[in-house]
């Protein structure tokens, strides 16, 4: 109460009977403990979402272009396991596969990785790498454990492209071999295919990369690889030709067999190779050369303008066939080039023609080491004809002659004959006609039948007959004579009547051995049969030799029982 009646110090008084009014409630004041620390607890997530951010920033930034190549088929391919490889390094992988609406194809889509931005050029070339069996031999054996990939070569070109085309072979060169390229041109491709061998002496240096046939149809072009080093060996002068199988012949020389090796009789291939090593300038790539159809004809010298000759045989041609040489003294100066038959209605026969071209270029080749002649002016054609005109007239002739025993094969030989027939040739006609000769084996067919039929000829039953008649009239005149001897026997000398006795024994032993049974008439007609018999049998082996001309050396077969 003492409180209540003590004045306040300072200030305005109060009347004591007012009581004071009633302290208003204070708002709390809140005040942050600095001491506060966050739980541990929300590392975690913290740390996890941070890795999950780098994680998905580095495949954001490794992933390169997208692509989709198309295939056939998507055999071996897998999504999200396939891997596509240049080199064996892995550069993306298969994301997707869906099948073509129209079903002709299938879509794969491929993920590349950054650093194989190179792969999107627009001549890019994809394919499927499986276990694959071809003419380059076998490839992809690696895939049987690991599976299929896809494999790339990179293009040069400066334009992308987002979808490919993928190859269903792999190719046979890829950009990175290092060699040329030339193209070929030949009548037919023959045997080869893509990934045949090239051969230079033997040795494989390289393959045949592509072909296509000729937009005329009238051929084939053909695209081979040599590897390097081996290009510094085709130049301008280079010859190439099929290698393909075997190159086997047979003609008037016999039997030629050609081959490259083992692998071209089953696959085929290419062979290429300079006359006499003079390969002139190095080829350049995609230089193009012709494809011969076998090593002669594409080591063959130039042959020049060609003379178109007519022949006419009376003889069988039997061996002789279209490609036969025709050469003068063992100098190949044509070929034939076909045969026929026809009637001569004028003579009543059957004449055998005969078609060849001749060169007579080649009788002017120097031989290998020999000085080269001053290159003559080319002559022409009245001029070639009357150059040969001349030499017909100085006995030159055509004749069929055998070029191999064992085969029976022949060829047109010509030669010159001092002593043939004149014959005359009109020049002016195409193709004019040269003259024939017989050869020696129809000449002594010939021969042998003009004996025999002159032999046939001689009337040896009328000679015969004069003979007996002829002593038939002796005996009468000497029986006449005997008679007369008789009755001069007593005027006559004993000598004259032995002489007589010794006249008529002479005269009966002619008479016995001109009889018709008598041995010498009996041997002189076995004679004529015998010769008769053997001038049938030498037709018979002459048409034997002509037909079989090889018995002469393994004689004649036995008849097959």
Sequence with gaps: MSDQNTEPTGGTSLPASTPPPPASPQRPRVVRRRNWLPSLIWLIPVVAALVGFTLVARILLSKGPEIELTFKTAEGLEANKTAVKYKDVQIGIVEKIRLARDRSHVAVTVQLNKDADAFVAQDTRYWVVRPRLDTSGISGLGTLLSGAYIGADAGVSEETAAAFTGLETPPIVTRDASG???MLRANDIGSLDVGSPVYYRRIKVGQVAA???????????????????????????TRFWHASGVDMQINAGGLTLRTQSLATILLGGIAFRAPEDTLGP???ENTAFALAEDESAAMKVPDGPAETVLMYFNQSLRGLSPGAPVDFRGVVIGEVKSIGVEFDSSERQFRMPVLVQIYPDRLRRPVAGQAAQPVQPPESSQKRRERINFLITKGLRAQLRTGNLLTGQIYVALDFFPKAPVAKVDVSKVPFELPTMQNSLDELQSQVQEIVGKVNKVPFEEIGKDVRTSLATLDKTLKGAEQLTRTLNNDVSPEITAAMKDARKTISSAERTLAEDSPLQTDMRQMLQELTRAAGSVRVLTDYLERHPESLLRGKPDDKK
């Excluded at 695209?223 to 510094?232: G, L, W």
Aim: aromatic share 16%; hydrophobic share 40%.
């Design 180 to 182: 040329q390229q030339y």
């Design 211 to 237: 072909f296509e046939l000729d937009p005329d149809g009238r051929g084939v072009q053909l695209r081979v690889f040599v590897n390097a080093p081996y290009d510094k060996f085709v130049g301008a002068n």
């Design 282 to 284: 190095i080829a350049q």
